[in-house]
């Protein structure tokens, strides 16, 4: 698996796939090929979603002069891709073909990939927690083990990113960018006060606010850290603030909680997917809520055990979920879905607590199904905003304009 500098990544929304992956790719392509005119097509999910989700601008603001197309074709290695073509005198000089895989990370076709970042030698969470117990390692420790001293550096610089997120989101009002008028709220769930609140409800309030922030945020093209993804960016942030400010946690205890949901992201990522357009929402919100599970577990110093648990339970009943945003917008549904996973983490960690010696499904095997759900569901269930929630309200809205 790869180090976690390649799972965290700090950029600006509003998708890691959709924008952080083609403006890589476009770097990459404008280096190798200056002073040309260019051309990209984009395919599948980039090209039905592309549009709400900056893929064109991102590339636009990249390339100079571009010539973006769009085609609604599938190639079969993977539905986020994109051809780059360049051109000098009306010839053809250029071509490179790139899938956006996920989480900002891409793949030339043609091309190796950069091993050196695959720094762990386990596979399963099966065989990282066997090597723990066999050297008394938390996870913390084994990602120290593997990474060495300087990750907690790394780690802090995310933790940061992640604080001024929500920050910054909390003090935001208005509407979001885009044709949906989609009103900011974390401001005003932050600051509604209910008369004799108990704390139940004000813990739902305060973390969904804090997750409506970060969404919020990355919605409008602000800088969020993708945890896994940039869709996904509010659930784990959300979750740690509130135990950071609830519970006093130091911001050395929060980046160990960091380290410790970042073997669970990893394991997701490589064993199945963290892309919405390869296998829907559960892919995305789904490991962002076995993360925060995971992180908030070891914040209460819970067993290798009880983390993989709570891990498993968070991503299981996200088992089937769609991606289907409306209007290709990061917004309707991603928001409040984030604020909703949130909860569901700090729910599954309770869980898990009490129940671990009774389980009977571990994480690996629920990495694996949530990977053939995803294959098994439709492509119109999968970020084309072709299916779902995204043909219903467009139906009643969008087509007005």
């Not at 290695?77 to 000089?93: E, G, M, R």
């Not at 996870?139 to 907690?152: P, S």
């Not at 984030?338 to 010696?357: E, K």
Request: glycine share 8%; charged share 20%.
């Amino acid at each position: 698996m790869q180090s976690l500098r390649a799972l965290y990544k700090i950029g600006h929304g509003p998708s890691s796939s959709h924008t952080m992956g083609p403006k890589i790719a476009a770097e990459i392509f404008l280096n190798r090929y200056p002073n040309h005119a260019y051309e990209v097509v984009l395919y599948g999910s980039l090209s039905l979603t592309g549009k709400g989700h900056l893929t064109d601008w991102i590339i636009e603001q990249t390339l100079p002069g571009v010539k973006v197309r769009f085609s609604s074709d599938f190639l079969p290695a993977h539905p986020n891709a994109l051809d780059f073509i360049s051109y000098q005198d009306h010839q053809q000089v250029g071509f490179m073909r790139v899938y956006s895989v996920g989480g900002g990370d891409i793949v030339i076709e043609g091309e190796p990939s950069d091993e050196s970042s695959f720094v762990y030698p386990h596979r399963s969470f099966r065989d990282i927690k066997a090597y723990c117990e066999t050297n008394k390692l938390t996870l913390y420790d084994y990602v120290k083990h593997i990474e060495g001293e300087d990750i907690d550096g790394f780690l802090h610089t995310i933790w940061r990113a992640m604080k001024a997120s929500i920050e910054r989101g909390l003090q935001h009002e208005g509407l979001l960018p885009g044709r949906l008028k989609v009103k900011r709220k974390a401001h005003e769930l932050y600051h509604k006060v209910m008369k004799n609140e108990v704390q139940e409800i004000k813990e739902s309030r305060l973390v969904s606010a804090y997750a409506f922030a970060v969404n919020e945020e990355n919605a409008a093209g602000g800088v969020i850290v993708t945890a896994p993804t940039c869709g996904a960016s509010g659930t784990m942030p959300a979750v740690l603030y509130y135990m950071q400010e609830r519970h006093h946690f130091s911001d050395q205890q929060i980046v160990k909680a960091l380290a410790t949901a970042g073997i669970i992201g990893n394991l997701i990522k490589h064993n199945a997917s963290i892309s919405g357009a390869e296998a829907g929402c559960q892919a995305e919100v789904g490991s962002a809520c076995s993360m925060a599970a995971a992180a908030h577990a070891s914040l209460f110093k819970l067993s290798l055990d009880q983390i993989e648990y709570a891990a498993e339970i968070a991503l299981e009943h996200h088992l089937g979920l769609t991606c289907d945003p409306i209007g290709g917008y990061v917004q309707i549904p991603c928001i409040e879905r984030n604020a909703v996973a949130a909860m569901r983490a700090i729910h599954a960690c309770g869980l898990a607590y009490f129940l671990s010696d009774s389980r009977k499904i571990d994480l690996d095997t629920i990495i694996q199904t949530m990977y053939e759900t995803g294959k098994d569901m439709p492509a119109n269930y999968r970020e084309t905003s072709c299916g779902g929630l995204a043909i219903y309200y467009q139906d009643k809205e969008i087509t007005k304009e």
